[in-house]
């Protein structure tokens, strides 16, 4: 069976990878959308695309028999599900072989023994694959019965939903006087969210590595690995830095990760692309934890080790294709280290961002892979998940790719949101992670804040200084008269240029004279040594300050400067000379850090409400975030209330501090 026309389930990055693949093979691909999506790359990479009217992913992307309807409209003969939404969905892939459409994915009895991540785990214990003892709560215990079966485990111990995943209901228990709340509070969290609030317990190994096999089967009963990924460096139960090979994992324990995942696939039936994932102990002792039925993120670096286009495999799969010899035969060659570029502030306990991307460019360095839905211009909603791109380094070493991948990202200019790049960059520098000691308590060991730290007084200097000269070349280009005339120039010495900028909380005040050919220059009113002028324009600044020179490139959009170099990026605040009156918030205001919707109005006007209380709750890129009292004191305005839409900045509510 030949697919000749392919619908792709999916939105962003992983939609316009699967597009690529499938226009290489001449396939016909079609892409669904929101409204949002109308003007996104992936749309605009198919050869016809179909709206799916909403935005909300339960009124789009979730939608089985909108997708479906889709396919029979275009005379799509496939559909790829992608990762996420639909992916692992057995209604779905049911309801496209009752529709007379191939499912680019495992067979629906596959995906059901894997849904419930109870079966799975006495499925694949019955298989011989390796796994952590645990127990099953279907309904509320008494809490004896609670302390009985947790002591049967043994602690620590680790709650967690049994159906649905990214965090949800999951809760890790040191000691007999946690377990019983924990529990009947994961069974709440994980009705709430999944609608079923069964929960199980298992053996919690302490800060282990997260190391997953890809596998792959095809429709003659061949199930073969493609070796292991090193998944461990994550935040909130989700993956931020992926590898291949594992640094932890030799020839011996690769030809035993890789026995247990092809037994595990082929305990179901196996076909297509799939993970087995394992917790490992730091004595290399591994468990199962779960095979995701779908294609994962983090596949390119599988990719880049083996060669091999997943996609294109997948595909062939399921026009009833044996696995090619170079699957079945397939070699590690080199290392890939793939790194997730997320709109969110880490050192803010990473909070997600939104908002239009205004520039977006990677450098093309050698061995440097982009895969993206984003291009400038990109506007980052909030009803998706943040990620705007997955950049993936090959290298001969682990330590040449880690090299390549920092250098990228150092490299990339991503402005008009706050990103996790500096964290990235820092962590591919760090000592402990350059010798292959990561597990998933990384981030616990080394906060954000410390990793990536504070910009130093000379890069924040210099930046301001190459702002400020790019904006008075600007004005010198504007110029009706005189352009000629180098730019701030003087032939006797007057008044000093003059800008002021903000970053954070902190102020820059720049001043400069240009006469003749010398320079002087100070910010906030420190004098800056050897400063030199080498090229000024709006855009960028050949700058020497301190014998050192450096080009700096400057980009402005409205009030913000995004400033780039060797030193980092930067993204300055231009302050007015003359500021609006009444354009500061109340003192006490609390305001929206981002769009979203508002959940839950924790108090009321005229309520006393202490530090940190939770006053508002809203949701926005399906998480939910709570806004605090800043001061002990009287809640004298709420002009929100449960439902509303509030965008980024909008002031919820203020509290009038008690000692005001």
Known sequence: ??????????????????????????????????????????????????????????????????????????????????????????????????????????????????????????????????????????????PDEVRELAGGIGYPLLVKAAFGGGGRGMRIVRSADEVVDAVLGARREAASAFGDGTVFLERFVEDPRHVEVQIFGDTHGTVVHLFERECSIQRRYQKIVEEAPSPAVDEALRTQLGDAAVAAGAAIGYTGAGTVEFVMAQNGEFFFLEVNTRLQVEHPVTEEITGLDLVALQIAVAEGEPLPAEAVDAVITGHAIEARLYAEDPTRDYLPGSGTLHRFTVPGLPGVRVDTGVRDGSVIGTNYDPMLAKVIARGRTRTEAARRLARALAEAEIHGLVTNRDLLVAILREPEFLAGRTDTGYLSRHEPAALVGAPDEHTLAVHALAAALAEQAGRRAAARVQRPVPTGWRNVRSAPQHAEYRLGDTDLDVTYLLVRDSVTASVNGAALADVAVLHASSDLVDLRVGG???????????????????????????????????????????????????????????????????????????????????????VVELGVQVGDTVDSGEVLAVIEGEDA
Do not use: W
């Not at 529709?99 to 059901?112: D, L, R």
């Not at 780039?564 to 993204?571: H, M, N, W, Y």
């Not at 000379?577 to 924790?602: H, I, K």
């Open 1 to 142: 069976m030949t697919i000749h026309k392919l619908l792709v389930a999916n939105r962003g990055e992983i939609a316009e990878r699967i597009i690529r693949s499938a226009r290489a093979l001449d396939i016909v691909t079609v892409a669904v959308h929101s409204d949002p999506d109308a003007d996104a790359l992936f749309v605009e990479a198919a050869d016809e695309a179909v709206r799916l009217p909403g935005a909300a992913p339960s009124e789009t992307y979730l939608r089985a028999d909108l997708i479906i309807e889709a396919a029979r409209l275009t005379g799509a003969d496939a559909v790829h599900p992608g990762y996420g939404f639909l992916s692992e969905n057995a209604d779905f892939a049911r309801g496209c072989a009752a529709a007379g459409i191939t499912f680019v994915g495992p067979p629906v009895e596959a995906i059901e023994a894997m849904g419930s991540k109870i079966a799975a785990k006495a499925l694949m214990e019955k298989a011989g694959v390796p796994v952590l003892p645990g127990a099953t709560v279907e309904s509320d215990p008494t």
């Open 548 to 634: 050192v020179r450096r080009s700096v490139r400057v980009h402005r959009v409205g009030d913000d400067v995004h400033v780039d170099s060797v030193l980092g990026g930067t993204t300055l605040t231009q302050r007015p000379r003359l500021p609006e009156p009444g354009t500061d918030a109340a003192p006490g205001s609390l305001l929206a850090p981002m769009p979203g919707t508002v959940l839950r109005v924790a108090a009321e006007l005229g309520q006393q409400v202490e530090e940190g209380a939770v006053v508002v709750v809203f949701e926005a890129m399906k998480m939910e975030h709570s806004v605090r009292a800043p001061v002990a004191g009287i």
